[in-house]
């Protein structure tokens, strides 16, 4: 499977931002999909995460009630929307796969990452 995401940019505080993540292959639906984040000089962290067939989501307590998770197994892609943005959520964003269990946890097993797309929030 290869990931590659989009959407990412510079932003005003308070304004949103979609990213995308289209993946190859035909097995997608069996992929537990997941975005991280990592910011300057931080780990990387969780941030949501979507079942191979998007009946169950998981958010991180930073980003609950500002970010949506979703997916179109048809269309073999996974979408984070982003709401609400705040300068702390500046980072470069990964899609990632894991063929194993949807990841909720930095420390999951991940099968395949994206290459990562820019996210900036200007105060």
């Known amino acids: 499977v290869q990931l590659q995401a989009s959407g990412g940019g510079l932003v005003q505080a308070g304004g949103s931002l979609r990213l995308s993540c289209a993946a190859s292959?035909?097995?997608?639906?069996?992929?537990?999909m997941g975005w991280f984040r990592q910011a300057p000089g931080k780990e990387r962290e969780f941030v949501a995460s979507?079942?191979?067939?998007?009946?169950?989501?998981y958010l991180s307590d930073s980003v609950k009630g500002r970010f949506t998770i979703s997916r179109d197994n048809a269309k073999n892609t996974v979408t984070l929307q982003m709401n609400s943005l705040k300068p702390e959520d500046t980072a470069v964003y990964y899609c990632?796969?894991?063929?194993?269990?949807?990841?909720?946890?930095?420390?999951?097993?991940?099968?395949?990452w994206g290459q990562g797309t820019l996210v900036t929030v200007s105060s």
């Open positions: 292959g035909r097995t997608f639906s069996s992929y537990g």
């Open positions: 990632a796969a894991s063929l194993r269990r949807t990841p909720n946890d930095a420390r999951d097993p991940i099968d395949y």
């Open positions: 979507i079942s191979r067939s998007g009946g169950s989501a």
